[in-house]
């Protein structure tokens, strides 16, 4: 039976009249080809690309007549040319898929195209088209003419626009000069009536982006593009490239990849010294925490080098800043390559297409790489680093083009790719900071500079002191006018020579301690501004709490009116609604307690008396906090926490403090248990008792801690807390505060481990045990 059959109105006043398919207009078709290519420059990039796809070794760009109104572009290639069958079943059929069933070409590439809409961009770079194409050995090449302006008129369907399609003999005749050169094989695109003013800063931006279509440092070794401009303009003309060798004088070069076996690798090495750092291979899972089990991106490579505008040295040769400049401006950035092709927008030079916010995370941390004592505030500029992202249609292919060849789709394979490109960079910027640190501190160790200083002091006075006793000793002497003894000459000028030489040691000194001094007043300014913003959000803590608790308590009252009165007594409310209205109720009832209950614990964290130095007991503290919050630990995020009930553990502090370390921990628990079943959302705390001191031991069963971080994770605004798009996104200051809390308010230590006895991270406070008799912490 048909569906016809089956349709209601299947009866004998219905007939059929007739069958068609849909139509689309020679206007709408070509102007949906137009807002397929966003840009004359993508236009051309994707022509070139079908030259690569067709097996040439070369792709010429030539202008005629720019500066005037019939400007004419050629665009040839020496590939393997079409048949007169090829230009009529797949160039003129719009988003033919040939391209996709046949992924690779004669020569064995890849091939870059696939949708089958690059020709459409010909319309929008001129008015007229001759496509020109011969094949190796053939008899005879084909001609196709396209008037564009054919597809304006209103009333014309796409299907019914035709074109003349001709045989001739050879392509011989060039058709800019007119002269008479062999064309063996390949096809040439004639363009003109140019619709775009090719200015010489259009044509430069050209040529800027036909040198990043490839790689500069991954570039297909049999394929080359020129440019003519016809102007004899020798910065835009001939072969067009980037110099390679600048890229061996790059301060640090790194890669990062995801291997077959997803598993992730990264490596980071110099040039200019032996240092080397190195994430072993590692699980996907185990390296870039919250982004599931495997990458969905696939196996890929990450390669980037790192520049920090200084004079650099390539062997013997040495370049200078304004070479090195050059080449950044032209290349900056982090691209993406597809099978050693470009794809857009990601890493312009001119700065758009930052995928990894690498300019507005410079923004939030301008700190210099060794302007801290410790690393973690330092950031990668946007203008310091040439880098790519090497991918495969074979092996990425979750990773496709969005229709207008502007960027890739941007599902779950692409967070996956740029949360691993940002793992990537934040292990270098730790390193590269570390480096930077040691290496100030082995050349000019700042916490030595006021015993440098005070020595030299020292010795300058010691100096001054002999050659005051030589001047009274020759006082003394009997002498006759104008004669000095030799002896007292001779000291006398050995004196004066070491007093200069002193001075001199004195001078530098001075500098070294004006450095240290300044070193430590901006550390100390950063510290005093961070401690600031701290107490800001204590006051607005208190604020709220002072505010809300009031206000929270008449939610809950009102709340808990409407659920035992009013529900009880809303006869308008039938039988199948009440239990919906009434699990609402239960549900507003439920929240505003806890927004209440959390009211109370802000306004009371920031009272007078935790706000002191007192003795107190952590077990009771971490008890306390546990109940505050049990609501939404255990009701809410289904997490069951085991901790002690019992025991005094004494120590010397601040209980505030203790109460945010807590609070912190078991939030960052919380985020690192979301996708764990509920029943294995576990926390336990353990505290034992050593001769000077507790140990505090936290664990949790969430995703652990990204390997190689263990120490990072306490460095200020070090964040491994991603959303969905792979974006970082938490503020990387709360375990740098707990540090803080616990080894400078409690002069304890706390350390951090991958993975503890409950399969996520682990951390181990210790903490001295305050006396019993002086209530003084022990010291160890």
């Known amino acids: 039976m048909s569906q016809t059959d089956n349709h209601p109105m299947a009866t004998a006043e219905r007939k059929l009249l007739d069958s068609k398919p849909f139509s689309v207009s020679a206007r709408v078709a070509m102007q949906l080809g137009r807002e397929s290519i966003s840009s004359s420059v993508t236009a051309i990039l994707e022509l070139v690309k079908n030259a690569y796809d067709a097996d040439a070794t070369l792709v010429r760009i030539r202008f005629q007549g720019l ?16 048949t007169v069958d090829d230009l009529r079943n797949h160039w003129m059929v719009i988003g033919t898929a040939n391209k996709s069933k046949n992924r690779r070409t004669n020569k064995g590439r890849v091939q870059t195209g696939e949708k089958g809409l690059g020709r459409l961009g010909l319309d929008r770079l001129c008015k007229r088209t001759r496509v020109q194409s011969i094949t190796k050995g053939g008899q005879e090449g084909v001609e196709l003419d396209v008037d564009w302006s054919r597809y304006e008129q209103l009333e014309s369907r796409l299907e019914e626009v035709v074109h003349e399609i001709y045989g001739v003999p ?36 050209l040529k800027a982006e036909l040198s990043l279509l490839v790689s500069p440092f991954s570039a297909p070794n049999d394929f080359g593009i020129s440019m003519e401009t016809g102007r004899g303009d020798g910065n835009l003309d001939g072969v067009i490239s980037s110099p390679p060798f600048v890229l061996d004088a790059a301060y640090w070069k790194v890669i990062g990849t995801i291997n077959e076996l997803d598993m992730v690798e990264i490596q980071m090495q110099s040039a200019r010294h032996d240092t080397e750092y190195h994430l072993k291979a590692t699980p996907w899972a185990e390296a870039v925490k919250g982004m599931g089990g495997k990458p969905f991106c696939g196996p890929l ?56 916010r690498l300019a507005y995370r410079k923004t939030l941390s301008p700190e210099g790489v ?22 495969t249609q074979d092996k990425n292919p979750a990773l496709s083009d969005q229709t207008n060849r502007e960027g890739l789709v941007e599902g779950k394979a692409f967070a996956h790719l740029r949360a691993f490109a940002a ?69 006398l000028n050995q004196a004066l020579v070491a007093t200069q030489q002193s001075l001199e040691k004195v001078k530098v000194t001075a500098q070294e301690s004006v450095q240290a001094i300044a070193t430590e007043k901006a550390q100390v300014e950063r510290q005093k501004n961070m401690m600031s913003n701290l107490a800001s959000l204590g006051i607005l803590a208190a604020s709220f ?28 409310l039938g039988e199948a609604e009440r239990p919906d209205v ?59 926490p085991e901790y002690p009930e019992s025991g005094e553990y004494l120590i010397e502090g601040y209980p505030m403090d203790w109460e945010s370390i807590f609070v912190n921990l078991i939030l960052n628990s919380a985020w690192a248990m979301e996708g764990t079943p ?32 263990e120490e990072a994770i306490f460095n200020p605004t070090f964040t491994t807390k991603r959303n969905e798009r792979g974006e970082d996104i938490g503020t990387g200051l709360g375990l740098t505060i707990v540090k803080s809390f616990v080894e400078e308010n409690s002069h304890g230590t706390i350390a951090a481990k991958q993975r503890g006895d409950l399969g996520g991270a682990s951390f181990t406070i210790r903490v001295p045990r305050a006396s019993r008799t002086t209530g003084q912490p022990q010291k160890k």
């Open 370 to 391: 060794s302007q801290d004592r410790k690393p973690g505030n330092w950031r990668l500029g946007y203008h310091q680093v040439i880098g790519a992202v090497f991918l």
């Open 423 to 491: 793992r990537v960079v934040r292990f270098f910027e730790l390193k590269h900071q570390t480096f930077e640190i040691e290496k100030k501190a082995a050349l000019q160790p700042t916490e030595h500079a006021e015993e440098k200083a005070k020595a030299s002091a020292d010795a300058s006075d010691e100096a001054m002191k002999h050659l005051t006793a030589l001047l009274q000793k020759l006082q003394q002497t009997t002498v006759r006018p104008g004669e000095v003894p030799a002896m007292v000459t001779d000291e």
């Open 301 to 356: 490579r990450f390669e980037f080098y790192f520049f920090p505008r200084k004079d650099a040295s390539v062997g013997e040769q040495t370049l200078g800043i304004r070479d090195v400049s050059r080449f950044l401006d032209a290349n900056q950035g982090i691209r993406i390559y597809r099978d050693g092709f470009r794809v857009k927008p990601y890493g312009e030079p001119r700065g758009e297409g930052d995928w990894l």
């Open 582 to 640: 009434q699990k609402t109720m239960k549900f507003l009832v439920s929240e505003s307690r806890k927004l209440r209950k959390f009211a109370k614990f802000t306004l009371g964290n920031v009272s007078r008396e935790k706000r002191k130095v007192i003795k107190f007991c952590v077990r009771k503290t971490l008890a306390d906090v546990f109940t505050a919050f049990k609501e939404v630990i255990e009701d809410e995020k289904k997490i069951h």
């Open 678 to 709: 509920p029943a294995e959302r576990r926390i336990r705390v353990l505290i034992s008792s050593e001769v000077s001191e507790y140990v505090i031991q936290f664990d949790d069963t969430g995703r652990g801690l990204e390997a190689g971080t």
């Open 67 to 82: 500066d005037t109104d019939k400007a004419t572009m050629s665009i040839e290639d020496n590939g393997r040319g079409m």
């Open 170 to 205: 050879n392509l011989d005749q060039d058709p800019l000069t007119k002269a008479w050169v062999k064309f063996p094989h390949g096809t040439r695109l004639i363009l003109e009536d140019l619709e775009d003013d090719w200015s010489t800063e259009a044509l430069l931006e």
């Open 545 to 572: 709490g002072h505010e809300t608790v009031d206000w929270a308590g008449n939610v809950v009252k009102f709340a808990e009116r409407l659920d035992e009165d009013v529900i009880a007594k809303a006869w308008w």
